[in-house]
């Protein structure tokens, strides 16, 4: 009976520890360079937010919180990857969808405010088309109206001092409507790209299809969300394992950086990667280092 008495005090604790860590929000800044970087945007600063999964477990005054972080920083640019809502495919419950419209409406309101002088750019994620087609195109459609454009297989170049560089955006990876080589068609062959990808397993296609990425910015592993000393997040679904989990991954040339995210799945509790919405620093990187 003391046993079980103390094993759920241990459990009920840890929860509380999770919860607390899961309003946590840090920004997390990260200085980023690459070689092929346009002079003009050496020193670009791009604010990040991801994994918003607006709904139950995220209250507005979190988005709140992440969106005045970011634009406390005046980012240059800005980019959402993904995962706006919390939609769910019916694994866990019978309808789509685990958020009622009013998350919906706070998100859409909250993510308003933001603006930067380059733009504010997005893609969706998997939540986002779990939620079903029609409401993916809604979120497209209500953003759009608030300024913010989502990318869908497209790019946008982006143009300082008579220099530009490309901003290609994709479908979630796990969708049928995913399409790299559509979203970097028409792009001239040495110019510097960043890709907004939900998911960096999209480094696999990457490498696949040869295409020339200098930089993905991503979302989707929540960091793990819940990390455990020494094995870390044993439960990622990727083919990598855990090389893609947070933070700076290098391939070559190529790097990839992927938020913790700031929003919540199945329950409002983190452990060892706190919520974050992020600010890069890109650089150009000389030849020889
Ligand atoms: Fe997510």
Redo the contacts with the bound molecule.
């Keep these: 009976m003391l046993l079980r008495l103390s094993i759920l005090g241990a459990l009920a604790l840890a929860a509380r520890k999770g919860f607390l860590n899961s309003r946590n929000l840090q920004l997390r800044e990260v200085e980023i360079g690459l070689r092929h970087l346009p002079s003009s945007f050496d020193g670009l600063r791009i604010g990040q937010i ?2 918003i ?1 607006a709904g139950p477990l995220v209250p507005r005054e979190f988005i709140r919180e992440g969106v005045d972080l970011i634009m406390d920083e005046n980012p240059d640019l800005i980019v959402l990857t ?2 706006f809502m919390n939609g769910n495919r019916g694994i866990l419950r019978p309808n789509n969808g685990s958020f009622k419209q009013h998350h919906y409406d706070y998100c859409i309101d909250e993510l308003a405010r933001l603006s930067a002088p380059l733009g504010v750019f997005g893609v969706l ?3 986002d088309f779990w939620s079903g087609k029609k409401l993916a195109c809604a979120i497209v459609e209500d953003l759009n109206s608030v300024g913010i454009r989502i990318l869908r297989n497209q790019s946008i170049p982006l143009e300082d001092h008579g220099q530009q560089l490309y901003l290609v955006g994709v479908d979630d990876y796990w969708e049928d409507s995913y399409d790299l080589s559509l979203a970097t068609r028409g792009i001239p062959k040495d110019t510097c790209r960043i890709l907004l990808s ?1 998911n960096p397993d999209v480094n696999e296609d990457i490498s696949t299809l040869k295409e020339r990425i200098d930089l993905v910015i991503s ?4 960091g793990g969300q819940v990390v455990l000393p020494v094995v870390g997040f044993p439960y990622l679904l990727s083919p990598f394992g855990q090389k893609y989990r947070s933070g700076i991954v290098r391939d070559g040339q190529r790097v990839s950086y992927i938020s913790c ?1 700031l ?1 919540a ?1 199945l329950a409002p509790i983190r452990l060892n990667c706190p919520p974050d919405v992020s600010i890069l620093t890109l650089y150009r990187q000389r030849e020889d280092s």
């Design positions: 991801t994994d999964h993904g995962d994620g998997n939540h939900h979302g989707h592993t929540h995210g929003g799945y």
